[in-house]
């Protein structure tokens, strides 16, 4: 617990601070390691797209400007791409910029907002950040229940969120479920649909939201950090009416999204190569630990993501670290109320087989 300065907000009283990965030069200087793995924050295993490398060496050269305030040609190539109105578009630093927005845009301190749990943990920290009242909806065999999530919409709810696909299960909700839960709700509310992982999801049934915009109240958001590579750049982006960004812009810092990252993110758009490349690899990588952990009778949950969510029981945060000791860093789970859980991110072939051999090991030693 940080130590909190008297004259801080009342709302931050108590709140957990957000728990990251552990990044690989701390684990390599902590414990005298040459060799580090990171299977911690559903970062892309292939690296950055190499088009949006280039682009970052051209832009270096004009870091002394200020960057363009409307991110005018990434929201433009946006646009066109997803065919949307650019009014329709928010570029945030991250897309967990765009939770903060959301909420500093539509609840007062008192309103309330719904999450599910456990889910990205984000969303709770912002919204009681935010002074927000927050409602919890448990999710039902590691699947968000719209059913009961509806049902704890208030007259005072101005928020929802669903993560589809969720972290940190990997499971989605479906066309079906999202369209009877969209229905006959209160017009005050929006609803968030965080589709960080949107570029992964194969499944036929997984629902196609931009096309529900103009009819429900809802704010998409995605990332340029998981399928194209740029985490560390920070950029994201929300799709909305005009009017849901507006709000969202009276709220938003001028320059929040470097000029390194708009370049990046363009040129990470037109590279489809290295989205092809990436989604192929986490195919391979996902059936070869699926086959690996089912061999090993470890319960997996099943993931559209590129990450898996695995019950190892009682002794999972002693495997995470005698893993971490070994230098492959995975996440434990006790933060999401999931003690007897892993989340592993599905990297390299050679990472994922370093990742199997460690916990075979972890898993015969007394
Ligand atoms: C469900 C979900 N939403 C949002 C984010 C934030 O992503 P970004 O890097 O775009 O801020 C993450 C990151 O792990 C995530 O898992």
Redesign the pocket.
């Known amino acids: 617990m940080t130590v909190l300065d008297s004259r801080a907000r009342s709302a931050l009283r108590g709140l957990e601070n957000y728990q990251p990965g552990k990044p690989i030069e701390e684990v390599k200087r902590q414990r005298k390691l040459s060799s580090v793995i990171k299977l911690a ?2 970062e892309n295993a292939l690296g950055p797209s190499p088009k949006a490398m280039a682009a970052v060496r051209q832009a270096l050269a004009s870091v002394h400007r200020y960057p363009d305030a409307q991110v005018t040609l990434l929201r433009d190539r946006l646009s066109k791409k997803l065919r949307v109105d650019p009014a329709s578009l928010v570029v ?6 765009l ?1 903060v927005l959301a909420l500093r845009a539509f609840v007062d301190p008192g309103e309330e907002v719904v999450v599910a749990r456990p ?2 943990l ?1 969303y709770e920290i912002q919204a009681r950040a935010c002074g927000a009242t927050v409602r919890i909806v448990p999710l039902k065999d590691y699947r968000y229940d719209l059913t009961a999530m509806k049902l704890a919409i208030s007259p005072h709810t101005k928020l929802v969120f669903i ?1 589809n ?3 940190p299960t990997g499971t989605y909700v479906t066309k079906k479920e999202l369209r009877a839960f969209l229905n006959g709700l209160p017009a005050s509310v929006l609803i968030v649909m ?1 589709e ?2 949107y570029e992964f999801v194969r499944a036929a049934d997984y629902p196609q939201t931009l096309s529900l915009i103009q009819d429900y109240p809802i704010l998409v ?1 995605r ?4 399928a194209y590579g740029l ?1 560390g750049l ?3 982006y929300g799709i909305a009416q005009p009017s849901v960004i507006g709000a969202m812009n009276a709220v938003r810092e001028p320059f929040n999204v470097n000029g390194l990252a708009q370049a990046a993110a363009v040129a990470a758009l037109d590279d489809r190569a290295f989205l092809e490349r990436t989604r192929g690899l986490l195919s391979e990588g996902r059936r070869y630990l699926m086959k690996e952990l089912a061999a090993l009778r470890i319960r997996v949950v099943p993931s559209v993501t590129n990450f898996l969510l695995l019950e190892l029981g009682h002794g999972a945060s002693t495997i995470a670290e005698q893993l971490l000791a070994c230098g492959v860093i995975v996440r434990e789970m006790r933060a999401w109320q999931l003690p007897h859980c892993l989340r592993v991110t599905i990297g390299t072939m050679p990472e994922n087989r370093r990742f199997i051999r460690e916990l075979k090991r972890c898993l015969s030693s007394p």
């Open positions: 924050s559903n945030g630093n991250g897309s967990d910029e939770i889910t990205f984000i993560a696909p969720d972290n965080d960080a992982y958001t990332s340029f950090s998981k985490a920070r950029v994201g």
